[in-house]
């Protein structure tokens, strides 16, 4: 049975199921599910990532840690923790970067967290040399103090969608017209009290979307950061503070695509509320950096000087190295839609931010 068959028997047995639930069969299927099984980064993949548009972003993340970890007195021993590290570029070029620093690799535990196992393939080509360890829980991870890089993990994570109507917020649901997948409106709206405070007063029709999943994964990890110290850096598009619209889109070789159509087969993301995910780290006891445009973080993090340094190394390339730059940094490109958010012990003052 393909996962639109299984999705669609489910909507004539049980009835509508919330997005989240479609999202996290889309995404998560064990079989069929988009993260499960497929190749979607990359030229030939989906769509393309920061990391995999220069090795500088990479670098300037690894950078970016050995200051923390330099900031705390090099413990000798700690775990850098990645969140969805799709084909282990990122992490490559990081600790390509930060290996310069004395005695960061001999303190280095690395652990991913992927749920796709062609990507892990992927990852263990690029990464084995640092022995990694894959859990298959977020926030296993060691007593020692702990760094956590998610690049575009956030988005990826399903969520729950209301529509305000008359009488308040109605959760979307998708259920079957005449056979097709459509979305549709619980008939009960959910308490006044349930919806978040920011959004009081909004119009019919206006859209709310809880990232309900992404806020459980911020709290696990920043939990386990506040108690044994560390730093979370998460970069992804999304915006500072809880607001209405609609984000929810799915991405299919490169163009934009109907969420409803092929279920397994698009990417479906959203846009990250870091408003929300501040809060809860937090509430943890860490503290939390202006959230900070991924351009500028690039540019403090010396972007520029790096560019300089590898177009001299390889001048045949300086045209590309410059272009990369500017997809990363432009805010007519990644520079302002993408937005970098660091919790970390107090005390620390993470660079860039
Ligand atoms: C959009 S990709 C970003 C990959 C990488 N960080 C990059 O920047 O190229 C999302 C990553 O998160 C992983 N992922 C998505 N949902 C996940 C989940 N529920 N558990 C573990 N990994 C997940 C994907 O397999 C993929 O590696």
């Not at 607001?243 to 087969?265: I, N, R, S, Y």
Request: glycine share 10%; proline share 6%; charged share 20%.
């Amino acid at each position: 049975m393909t996962l639109a068959e299984q999705i669609d028997a489910q909507i004539r047995t049980t009835g509508p199921m919330s997005l989240s639930t479609y999202m996290g069969l889309c995404l998560g299927h064990p079989k069929h599910g988009y993260y499960a099984a497929g190749r979607p980064i990359g030229a030939k993949g989906d769509f393309i990532t920061a990391p995999e548009i220069s090795q500088m972003f990479g670098e300037l993340i690894g950078f970016f840690i050995v200051n923390l970890w330099q900031q705390m007195n090099q413990p000798p021993s700690f775990t850098l923790l990645e969140l969805g590290p799709g084909r282990g570029t990122l992490m490559q070029d990081a600790l390509r970067a930060a290996s310069k620093a004395d005695g960061f690799e001999n303190a280095l535990h690395l652990q991913l967290f992927e749920s796709n196992a062609n990507l892990r393939a992927e990852q263990e080509k690029r990464l084995g040399k640092y022995n990694p360890y894959w859990s298959d829980e977020i926030d296993t991870v060691s007593e020692d103090p702990i760094f956590v890089i998610a690049n575009e993990f956030f988005d990826a994570l399903p969520i729950k969608q209301f529509v305000h109507t008359d009488d308040g917020w109605h959760e979307r649901l998708i259920g079957l017209v005449e056979g097709q997948r459509a979305f549709g409106l619980s008939p009960t709206p959910i308490a006044e009290s349930a919806a978040p405070p920011e959004v009081r007063g909004a119009y019919a029709g206006e859209v709310l979307e809880l990232g309900t999943a992404a806020v459980d994964a911020m709290q696990r990890v920043a939990r386990k950061v506040a108690l044994q110290g560390g730093g979370i850096i998460a970069i992804d598009y999304g915006y500072a503070r809880t607001q209405t619209g609609e984000t929810l889109q799915a991405v299919k070789d490169h163009a934009f695509a109907d969420p409803l159509e092929a279920p397994g087969e698009a990417d479906l993301s959203s846009h990250v509320n870091f408003g929300v995910l501040a809060a809860a780290a937090k509430a943890t006891g860490l503290a939390v950096a202006p959230l900070t445009d991924q351009g500028e973080l690039l540019l403090r993090l010396g972007i520029g000087e790096r560019a300089k340094a590898l177009a001299r190394a390889n001048p045949a390339e300086a045209a590309n190295i410059a272009r990369a730059v500017e997809r990363l940094t432009s805010p007519a490109q990644m520079g302002t839609l993408f937005k970098a958010l660091c919790a970390h012990s107090p005390g620390l003052k993470p660079a860039g931010f």
